[in-house]
């Protein structure tokens, strides 16, 4: 009697197919996103690329013609001049080459969250009105170190991030498994 079924038992399990996972991984890779110490070192490098450039040209030109160049009101011509550099270095570097010098110095590249390419649009929200907000307001640009995707306010305003050139960072996602062969996206694991 016990051999009866043990027999069943076992025609049971060789009838039924032996079941597929639900979920099958992918495995992709991201870009890894620069932190706040990287960007701020390439900041850096820009501020004394732009001073430079500044103290070069600028100041020259105004000494020459006899102007002040002391003023340390934001009206200032000196002031005026020295914004438009300041804020065309970071609005031209960005859109031809997707980085500017400090940031080539060091790796990294401004990247859209929603297109390929950096619109003039995303970059004059980028660069100018939110870097002015961030320079302006510089705790703002701390959250760059406490955010996931390393994003400071300029970056939310235009959705945009910083990521490293040649860094990518290996990920797991795990897929439904619908009908067949057909997959669905869930959430990443």
Known sequence: ???????DAAERAAATP?????NDLV?????KTAGFWMRFWAYLVDILLISAV?????????????WEATESVWYAPYAILTAVVFY???????????QTVG???????VVSLKTDRLSWATLLF?????RFISVTILPLYWI??????KQGVHDFIADTTVVHEEAYRKQQMARKRLEGSRLQESEGI
């Open 27 to 31: 495995l992709f890779y991201e870009r």
């Open 144 to 149: 760059v170190g406490f955010t996931p995707l």
């Open 103 to 109: 940031k080539m110095i060091f790796g990294l590249r």
């Open 88 to 98: 065309g270095y970071f609005v031209l570097m960005t859109k031809f080459f997707a």
């Open 126 to 130: 980028r660069e100018w009105i939110g």
């Open 1 to 7: 009697m016990t051999d009866h079924v043990n027999t």
């Open 18 to 22: 032996p079941s597929q996972p639900e």
């Open 54 to 66: 500044s103290s070069i040209l600028i100041r020259p030109l105004f000494a020459l013609f006899g």
